[in-house]
């Protein structure tokens, strides 16, 4: 594997590989020293042109934890705002002797043009409403370690902002390549005009699969990328669609919580939903760094990389 840059690039064994290998290193994240040599002399840049707080920090303690050398770099204070373009800066970044780019960006397609004008692995931190393929894959991590190795016939509802939502894209593909049963549940205006080629069912009515779920896969409204009000209110999305506490009280006993962050408490889930014990939220980002360590170290160890 040179990149990853869709949940498409890899077939189910390929992510029972990855959910292995991070496995492993889930243990490392837990020693008293949790690093290891496994990419002393790596370089990875961490190139993020849309913000973020989790992918972005889990990526770089996920490099520093291979001990690889990373390179931050911030779009506000770069030459971007001089308006270099993004292939003259990632061949200058190159040109410095780097082994790997985590990108994000808001255009989709962004980080596949990348990967055709350097020699460097590129992976996918999230682009535009496209992709997110690690986040898919640490959803996965986190269900294994709580339903164990197989999802098979495991019921998930994907709830919320299908249409802007690049963690629907890729989870739903995810989840269903290891045989999960995928609904999306929204309005109309927040789903795409087709799901053609996407493996799921569809529903507009969340209480009516609300009880047959084992998980609720809950979306944030994305302010930012929706250019029209999808919805008349935010009090009447929560009503139709938001985890409340009283719809909480209605899944089945043994029903788990995920949501990839950030929450929009209030809104999509409610607070105490989001801090209670079927909540696997701060697991998600837990198991975050120890599955970008495998996805690097699948790029750039045994024999991989370019430095
Ligand atoms: N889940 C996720 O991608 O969060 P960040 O935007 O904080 O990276």
Not at 24 to 41: D, H, M, N, Q, Y
Not at 101 to 115: E, I, K, L, Q, T
Not at 218 to 246: C, D, H, K, M, W
Not at 263 to 277: D, F, L, S, W
């Amino acid at each position: 594997m040179k990149h990853l840059l869709s949940v498409g690039d890899l077939d189910r064994s390929a992510i029972e590989q990855l959910l292995e290998l991070a496995t492993s290193f889930r243990e490392v994240t837990r020693r008293e020293i949790p690093k290891v040599p496994a990419l002393r002399g790596k370089v990875v840049v961490s190139l993020f042109y849309e913000d973020s707080t989790r992918t972005r920090i889990s990526f770089e303690t996920a490099a520093k934890r291979l001990s690889c050398d990373v390179m931050g770099f911030s779009v506000a204070s770069s030459s971007v705002t001089k308006g270099e373009s993004l292939r003259d800066t990632v061949q200058t970044i190159e040109a410095m002797g780097i082994d790997a780019v985590v990108m994000r960006h808001s255009a989709a397609g962004a980080p596949h043009r990348v990967a055709g004008w350097i020699d460097a692995s590129v992976v996918n931190a999230g682009d535009g409403c496209h992709e997110h393929p690690t986040q898919a894959l640490l959803d996965l991590l986190t269900l294994r370690h709580r339903i164990g190795p197989g999802i098979d016939g495991a019921r998930i509802a994907i709830v919320g902002d299908i249409l802007h939502s690049r963690v629907a894209r890729s989870g739903a593909h995810a989840f269903a390549a290891l045989g999960a049963d995928v609904t999306l549940v929204a309005p109309p205006t927040m789903l795409p005009s087709t799901v053609a080629g996407w493996p799921v069912t569809v529903s507009h009515d969340l209480d009516a699969v609300l009880g047959d779920l084992d998980v609720v896969y809950l979306l944030r409204i994305q302010r930012e990328r929706q250019r029209e009000t999808r919805f008349p209110s935010l009090r009447e999305y929560t009503a139709r669609y938001g985890l409340t506490v009283e719809r909480a009280a209605r899944l089945r006993p043994e029903a788990l919580i995920m949501h990839p962050g950030p929450m929009n408490r209030g809104v999509e889930i409610a607070a105490e939903v989001a801090e209670g014990p079927a909540s696997l939220i701060t697991e998600q980002v837990e198991n975050g760094v120890a599955m970008r360590m495998a996805v690097l170290y699948e790029l750039l160890g045994a024999g991989g990389g370019h430095g």
